[in-house]
């Protein structure tokens, strides 16, 4: 993955694939978000909350690029994204913490498991304009973002080391 956005993009694919979630209605929050109200169905808007990239240097160390055989180096990501899982009324929001479950557990156990830092679910509230309780859940990640070349290659050709002052 090259980008924050591949990550986020893995992210709403690998949760709206998953069968064993096929009764929830995944939207990206934005521009998608939700148009019924009240809903009559478990909705969750996957969404960007904040990144944090940072030069990977020498520790974002890759591997060789298997086409080209040069020494690959990528930069550091913390990703933080905001998933809002909403219940409908007749579900009782008891029913979020359900859910909050098995979507948790579907990131730990899916493709992305390795990058996942953490989950955190808010409390439960009454939201109007949906007329259905909603979970905030933060999902941190962290990963590399190798370039996929161009202007921004973060490969390197060769990498000498020079002591200066040494006989």
Known sequence: MNTVTSILEAVYLLLSGETALSDIRFLRAYPDGFKQSPLTRSTVTVGFSAAELSPGGFTGYCGEDPETGRERYARRA????????FIPKEQAGVNCAALFTRISDCLFAGELSGAI??????ETAWNRQAGAYVLPVTLRLSAMLASPGGADDVLFDEIVVKAKGVN
């Open 117 to 122: 830092v953490g989950i955190e679910g808010g």
């Open 78 to 85: 913390a990703i933080k994204m905001k998933l809002e899982l």
